[in-house]
């Protein structure tokens, strides 16, 4: 009797792991959340995660931003370099993100050459902010095809929405994808947000940010610092 406890409780432990790692990759569902291309969450996992924290901030009256990313130019990159150089552009723009996002933000590989970022208990101020790092960063990066030949600079275009406490997950979708347009539209290269005024360039928020949270610096939001 002692050594069949004994033997349960060493199993149980083994099947917790086994469960959550099952959860991780595969959701609650039993279908897989990862993206196997970026390894960023996939479109479902990234729009199921911000319908539970928007129903979660309703309560909890905190900010949050929603980001949306899009590789600029992208058809352009995949008729000149083919699959291989479209697909190395994907990854290297997830590892990017992945390297420039808090640890509470979600990242996903929302549809094509588009990526979302939620991010939680975060002021649009601060989204601007953690979209202009993230757009600096990917402009300073270089993808190397697995051939050893580097591709052109690429950039992206941001579009951030601060997500209402009475909103709903399609109507945050809608605004940040509007602002995403206007950024690419203004010829890419930028960062764009959500209001009712889309005509504010983002160095006059800059501005704004620089007087309103002095005692917050830009570095404060990133533990890896500047590049």
Request: aromatic residues 6%; contains cysteine.
């Amino acid at each position: 009797h002692n050594m069949l406890s004994v033997l349960s409780m060493r199993i149980r432990p083994d099947s917790s792991i086994m469960s959550e790692n099952h959860e991780f990759h595969h959701g609650f569902s039993g279908t897989s959340i990862i993206d196997e291309m970026t390894g960023l969450h996939n479109r479902q996992w990234i729009e199921e995660k911000i319908s539970r924290y928007l129903r979660r901030n309703v309560f909890d009256k905190q900010p949050s931003c929603l980001m949306m990313v899009k590789i600029d130019q992208f058809k352009e990159l995949d008729d000149k370099y083919g699959q291989l150089g479209s697909e190395q552009v994907l990854r290297d723009t997830a590892r990017t993100m992945l390297s420039c996002l808090r640890p509470d933000d979600q990242a996903g590989h929302f549809i094509g050459e588009q990526f979302a970022v939620f991010m939680p208990h975060t002021t649009l101020a601060d989204g601007c902010i953690a979209a202009e790092r993230l757009r600096t960063a990917v402009s300073g990066s270089v993808v190397v095809l697995p051939s050893g030949d580097a591709l052109p600079p690429i950039s992206v275009s941001l579009g951030v929405s601060l997500a209402n406490l009475d909103g709903t997950p399609v109507s945050l979708f809608a605004r940040a994808h509007e602002a995403l347009q206007q950024a690419a539209e203004s010829g890419g290269n930028c960062v764009k947000w959500w209001d009712k005024d889309l005509e504010r360039e983002t160095a006059q928020l800059s501005a704004e940010v620089d007087t309103a949270l002095p005692v917050k610096p830009f570095m404060s939001l990133w533990p890896g610092g500047a590049t």
